[in-house]
């Protein structure tokens, strides 16, 4: 265990330590605080919260920022900016996914406002939740069965990231994804990955137990949340509820599940669909696959349990 434990952290360092880069996306989960302990101390942090909504991520990211003498630059986003951002966001990736977009609209502001000041690259933790069974939903299933829908993922896993950093024009820095990080990941144990810690069941367990000496204990142990939930740009949600009358949305609704075959589930999902149509075709319209989204009808790829396009999951 204790040679695992070892090879995990100098691998991820020695990842970390080959990017010149010099910005990275801080939220003060486990990822970003990892990528953060071994990054140059000249190198500059970013976090994203939202100003109008409940943020967890601000504190744990001054902690971590302070702990290895990184200057934080905190953007703050109201709700105009976050709903901008929402556009710019829908535009780059061409969907109309809440939660791809609710996580996304983080990615964009925060890349956008390095890019304003100067920076040409960032760091961002992306890959360790799908290497290290960092999601939520990874607990619930056995290790054959983590094993399996891990492989699955590989195959099929994409990081908006990478569309976002490219439009905007800045380098993207992905250390967990390079293959020295990422082979050795894949070859670890289930077991390794989810596993209980004084009682409790988490994720990432191993990567946890490699750098618990490296952290506090507060982000080591700290429980798994979405960009959107840490950032608080969850809060678009019951904002736009707000704002879109339940009479608007059941005709508008109805008409584009008569017109477009597509099947909107909230005012969230209607509004980030009427500003995806303003430069997107209809989504049955795009690709060939015979194998289609119940509730968007785009296409997919055999044996997908996710559609991009609008968020319907379980398929």
Known sequence: MQEILQKINTLVTKSVQNHECDSIALSGGLDSSILASCVDRKTRAFALVAKDFPSTDLVHAQLVAKLYGLKLDVITADVNSLL????????????????????????????????????????????????????NFFKKMSPLELEKDLERIWSVMHFPSKVISKSIGVLLHTPFLDDI???????????????????????????????????????????????????????????????????????????????ENVILSSKESLHYYEIYRKYFDVPSTLGISDFKCPNCNYSLKPGSHFCRMCGSFPI
């Open 84 to 135: 901008s951002a929402v556009e710019d966001t829908i535009k780059i990736l061409k969907v109309f996914n809440p939660i791809e977009i609710r996580n996304n609209i983080v990615v964009y502001l925060t890349m956008k406002t390095a890019k304003k000041h100067g920076f040409q690259s960032i760091m961002t933790g992306d890959g360790a939740d799908e290497l290290f069974a960092g999601y």
């Open 181 to 259: 990080v990422s082979e050795y990941a894949k070859k670890i144990a289930p077991e390794f990955k989810i596993r209980e810690e004084n009682g409790t069941k988490y994720g990432k367990w191993i990567l946890r137990k490699a750098f618990e000496n490296t952290l506090p204990k507060s982000i080591t142990w700290r429980d798994k949340f979405a960009m959107q939930d840490g950032s608080g740009t969850s809060g678009l949600t019951s904002f736009l509820d707000g704002i879109i009358t339940d009479s608007v949305f059941a005709a508008k609704s109805r008409h584009y599940a008569e017109k």
